[in-house]
């Protein structure tokens, strides 16, 4: 039997799936985040070797007994120097398993369309857009590292946003809204000043947990704060510039399908308008994604072994990549 292993490495989970040649759920668990720019190569491997330990646990196999894997990896080929370093790093650390590794944008997008040209935006703790073009080319928009003001219209960048709307009204260069009451009051902050202790001092400026502040940003434009679904308007003017890149760089059909993935999507009410507004011209039908990153590092893996995907198989992944053993 056939079996295809599905690892997505993201800037705050790295989840696994594995499922027979059939699509049918196998095995599946979830760890940590696994972006080796940020979180540092040993760290990854660690997840991937308890996360695939996990899988042959539950599964009661062999590592030997996956047929192929792909590993998506958040960062990886953005460094070019880098690519055969963690290629060989994970090859020796996993020498009985046959392993395709690849970035996190491309079983985004395998899942999203199903292989078809098309473009996908990313916009989970990161940001980044890949399209497959009518000439079999991927080209690339967007991702490049926060610590220089990358990730535009990510969770990331939406939690920093947060935090300089709060400043900016903490010394009076916009005007209080319910924001400023909120963050006080849900980080116990007995002044404005502290949030530098609780974000530097405390969170040691991590990616992940400024990241989450974007909850807040949602929950605070579900509560009618003006400046919070700003922070949400201004994301999808970031992301619309990530998917006219990625058009620019390509050669794609008219129309060009979009679609997308990543927690920033589920405030979709509060990005939808501006998003649809900002592509008017770029002629772009949005569709939601057809599978998950995780089932399309499925599709990935069997076809990098050299087998198709059949009709079966996608219609048993629509089922399993919801599914936890």
């Known amino acids: 039997m056939r079996r295809y292993l599905s690892v997505d490495c993201g800037g705050t989970k790295t989840a696994f799936l594995l499922c027979r040649e059939t699509g049918e759920l196998e095995a599946a668990c979830t760890l940590g985040p696994g972006n080796y720019m ?3 190569i040993d760290h990854v491997l660690s997840v991937l070797k308890d996360g695939i330990l996990q899988i042959c646990c539950q599964a009661a ?3 030997s007994e996956i047929t192929h894997s792909f590993i998506a990896i958040a960062g990886f080929k953005d460094i070019p120097a880098d690519v055969p370093v963690l290629t060989r790093l994970v090859r020796e650390t996993f020498p009985r398993m ?3 590794l690849g970035n996190d944008t491309e079983n985004a997008l395998a899942g999203s369309l199903l292989g078809k040209q098309g473009i996908h935006v990313i916009a989970g703790t990161g940001s980044i857009g890949l399209g497959f073009d009518k000439d079999s080319y991927y080209v690339r928009s967007g991702g490049w590292h926060h610590l220089f003001g990358g990730d535009e219209g990510s969770g990331y960048w939406i939690g920093c946003q947060l935090i300089r709307h709060f400043t900016m009204q903490a010394d009076g260069r916009e005007e209080k809204t319910m924001m400023f009451d909120y963050i006080l009051e849900k980080y116990g902050l007995a002044c404005p000043e502290e949030i ?3 974000v530097i001092n405390e969170w040691k400026g991590e ?4 990241a989450s502040m ?3 940003a949602y929950e605070l434009a579900e509560q009618g704060d003006s400046a919070a679904a700003g922070i949400f308007k201004s994301a999808a003017r970031e992301l619309a510039k990530i998917v006219k890149g990625v058009y620019r760089n390509g050669n794609f059909d008219i129309p060009v399908y979009v679609s997308y ?3 920033v999507f589920k405030a979709m009410k509060y990005i ?3 998003l649809e507004e900002e592509l008017r011209d770029v002629s772009c039908v949005f569709t939601e994604p057809c599978l998950l990153p995780s089932a399309g590092g499925i599709i990935l893996a069997c076809r990098a072994a050299g087998n198709e995907v059949s009709e079966q198989m996608i219609e048993n992944l629509r089922t399993a990549q919801h599914m936890r053993v």
């Open 214 to 216: 974007s909850k807040d």
């Open 261 to 263: 993935s990543g927690g």
């Open 207 to 210: 990616r992940d947990k400024i």
């Open 61 to 63: 196999i062999a590592q």
């Open 98 to 100: 046959s392993i395709t």
């Open 38 to 40: 940020v979180n540092g």
């Open 272 to 274: 939808k308008e501006t």
């Open 196 to 198: 530098l202790r609780l």
